[in-house]
């Protein structure tokens, strides 16, 4: 007997329903990214290896999905790394693709391969999977959909405080109340490594301390020390495991820390410009708030960086993030092409909305009527009116099968459509159409004209 058909962990299928609520999220992000001036863009699923590896950190080129070379993809092989097993140096021989981690390094590569058909600066938003060997959890996937929003060609950190907004415009839109965009800056955090005597230890110290809220303070300093950080260092550090106060004391706090640092300073003076003109400007529904253990695990941010948590009635992570990277496309050869950009984790939001029960009930809205089908005769005149019907902008069908009247209504019934459509010998004799509502169980005679206002 053939065993049950299954999927890798982490993918997914999506029912009708679930597609349809997938694509509600979807819209309203696409059409807010527009409103804000992002052209869409697309890039291929996969990309060669050498565009990818190395741009996220270690941990990061540990996660990207290799593609092994097509035909007989052991015939290059290193023998040497495949007699002694070493996969980490064989894989470079046998695997010259990988399918794309994120969208950002592939826009980077977009940007480069296409910079002279670009105007700058070029707005792009991008929606598209992503793929992740992580280890599957809730809201972690290893097939997921990322909608991306980037600026590249402007320096300018007016880019960041409209960032601010689109995330605070969408979130609000989706009826999210509650959603705080936390803020941090690069700069700020090479500072302190600076003032701490680790700047040899930076990303070290940023990957430890993105991981606050994962593995506490205790587990942040103990991965701290096991990277080589120094307890002397980490004692410096201290103040930033208990950093409160509004965004400007916590500006002032950070001013004072970083006194002795060129670099943080810098970073300082960019909060406080994004800050201070997105309280000024307002927002909707979120709360920003100022975050100095983020750190965000990407190699390539230089300047601003964000995440967003959801409402703290739901236990999820981030459902968003993002930053500055001033020097992303010159690994392609292009230099001094500031970005900036933000994602949008649209698997999460999807499981924080469905918890909220934030979705209209339009969303998953069916046909509006199925008419039944009595014969060919019948099915022929059904589908005369279906067809201005949809014309109109009416969803409709027809039931596909001369099959028992009461196995059609059980069908209507199973896929929650609201009306049913009767057309017999005296319905078409009279040119007219029997409309049954199968809530009340009313049933009216109408002509076409009188059909089609009921359905509207």
């Known amino acids: 007997m053939a065993s049950k058909p299954s999927i890798p962990k982490g993918t997914r299928d999506f029912s009708p329903t679930e597609v349809a609520k997938r694509q509600y999220i979807i819209q309203i992000i696409k059409s807010n990214f527009e409103k804000f001036g992002f052209q869409p863009i697309e890039t291929p699923s996969f990309e060669n290896s050498e565009t990818l590896m190395g741009k996220y950190g270690e941990e990061g080129d540990r996660l990207i999905f290799k593609i092994l070379n097509s035909g007989d993809y052991l015939a290059k092989a290193n023998t040497t790394h495949l007699d002694a097993k070493d996969s980490t140096k064989l894989t470079a021989s046998i695997s010259e693709k990988a399918l794309r981690y994120d969208l950002t ?227 392609f050869g292009l230099k001094n092409m500031s970005g900036v950009g933000i994602s949008f984790g649209l698997d999460r939001i999807y499981l924080v909305v469905e918890e909220l029960n934030l979705f209209p009930e339009t969303v998953t809205a069916t046909s509006k009527a199925l008419f039944l089908n009595y014969g060919n005769s019948e099915a022929l005149y059904a589908l005369q009116a279906i067809q201005k019907l949809r014309a109109a902008g009416i969803k409709v069908e027809l039931y596909p099968d001369a099959t028992k009247v009461v196995k059609q209504f059980q069908h209507a019934d199973k896929r929650k459509i609201t009306y049913a459509v009767l057309v017999g010998e005296q319905e078409m004799a009279s040119n007219t159409f029997s409309l049954k509502n199968l809530v009340s169980g009313e049933q009216v005679s109408l002509d076409f004209e009188g059909l089609k206002k009921a359905l509207l």
Not at 241 to 261: D, H, M, P, R, V
């Open 105 to 331: 390094v592939p826009f980077a590569r977009y940007v480069v391969q296409h910079q002279n058909d670009i105007e700058f600066p070029f707005k792009r938003y991008q929606i598209q999977p992503v793929w992740r060997a992580d280890r599957p959890q809730k809201g972690r996937f290893r097939e997921f959909f990322q909608c991306d929003a980037d600026v590249v060609g402007s320096q300018s950190l007016w880019q960041e405080v409209e960032l601010v907004q689109l995330y605070d415009t969408v979130f609000t839109a989706l009826g999210l109340q509650g959603v705080t965009i936390k803020i941090n800056n690069r700069k700020i955090l090479s500072g302190i490594a600076q003032v701490i005597g680790a700047s040899d230890k930076l990303i070290d110290f940023t990957v430890a301390l993105d991981k606050l809220d994962k593995i506490g303070e205790d587990g942040v300093k103990k991965e701290m020390i096991e990277k080589g950080i120094s307890e002397e260092a980490i004692l410096k550090v201290q103040p930033l495991f208990n950093f409160t106060g509004t965004i400007s004391q916590k500006i002032e706090q950070l001013s004072t820390l970083l006194a002795t640092s060129t670099e943080g300073m810098k970073g300082v003076e960019e909060l406080r410009f994004i800050c201070d003109n997105v309280s000024k400007l307002g927002l909707n529904t979120a709360v920003l708030d100022l975050d100095v253990t983020l750190a965000r695990g990407l190699n390539y941010y230089t300047g601003a960086i964000f995440e967003v948590a959801p409402p703290r009635e739901v236990a999820m992570g981030s459902i968003g993030g993002g930053g500055r990277y001033d020097d992303l496309t010159g690994i």
